[in-house]
């Protein structure tokens, strides 16, 4: 049973930091792409960033690109969001995502990931 598990959410400051983990379990962590989406409250699910399997290629929107870095440990079977440089408009639900299959290239939709984690709560006040 696949099972992710996000943390490392919380209140901060516009201008700092945070970082969001992300534990898989359940099956082979390093044959997985994945993904960090948010929703933010009265707005639909949004792409934040992606990292293929192999931890080699990333993909990250224009709003984030700069600010955010997403990677991969596999000894610790966790994905990480290292989020700089925080903005009001960052505030939402950070949500991390794996692909169904094995060896699928990293998605920017929301709708190529089949497992979810619960989500954890990022705020920054303006």
């Known amino acids: 049973q696949v099972q992710l598990v996000e943390s490392g959410g919380g209140l901060v400051q516009a201008g700092g930091s945070l970082r969001l983990s992300c534990v898989a379990s359940g099956r082979n962590f390093s044959n997985y792409a994945m993904g960090w989406f948010r929703q933010a409250q009265g707005k639909d699910r949004e792409f934040v960033a992606a990292?293929?399997?192999?931890?080699?290629?990333?993909l990250l929107p224009d709003s984030v690109k700069g600010r955010f870095t997403i990677s991969r440990d596999y000894a610790k079977n966790t994905m990480y969001l290292q989020m700089n440089r925080l903005k009001p408009e960052d505030t939402a639900v950070y949500y991390c995502?794996?692909?169904?299959?094995?060896?699928?290239?990293?998605?920017?939709?929301?709708?190529?990931?089949?497992?979810w984690g619960q989500g954890t709560q990022v705020t920054v006040p303006s």
């Open positions: 995502a794996e692909r169904a299959r094995t060896y699928l290239a990293p998605s920017i939709n929301s709708d190529d990931y089949n497992y």
């Open positions: 990292i293929s399997y192999g931890g080699t290629s990333t």
